[in-house]
Nanobody, 124 residues
Framework: QVQLVESGGGLVQAGGSLRLSCEASGRSFRRYTMGWFRQAPGKEREFVAAIKWSGTSTWSADSVKGRFTISRDNAKNTVYLQLNNLKPEDTAVYYC?????????????????WGQGTQVTVSS
């Protein structure tokens, strides 16, 4: 199995930045596609960004393009999400997820393992 632990969330003012980290353990960090999703209270889980194992292919939601950047360091078994120019509507619990097939997807159903989430709160 794969265990994923997110960190880096917190409270930030609008326009500020955060960097979220997701460390994987329990299994080698191989050629997984890694994704970030978020869920605000009362809303559906939403795709944010994904990255293939090589780090050369990434996808992101239209709502975060130009503001959020996903990256990974396979040597550290860690995936990052850089959040810039944060807006109040970005407030949510952010989850990282691993697609062990490495197929690449923006659909949550295609991911096999999930972290516990880290809270990002953006104040106006």
């Amino acid at each position: 199995q794969v265990q994923l632990v997110e960190s880096g969330g917190g409270l930030v003012q609008a326009g500020g930045s955060l960097r979220l980290s997701c460390e994987a353990s329990g299994r080698s960090f191989r050629r997984y596609t890694m994704g970030w999703f978020r869920q605000a209270p009362g809303k559906e889980r939403e795709f944010v960004a994904a990255i293939k194992w090589s780090g050369t292919s990434t996808w992101s939601a239209d709502s975060v393009k130009g503001r959020f950047t996903i990256s990974r360091d396979n040597a550290k078994n860690t995936v990052y999400l850089q959040l810039n120019n944060l807006k109040p509507e970005d407030t949510a619990v952010y989850y990282c997820a691993a697609d062990l097939q490495g197929s690449g997807s923006a659909l949550s159903a295609h991911y096999d393992y999930w972290g516990q989430g880290t809270q990002v709160t953006v104040s106006s």
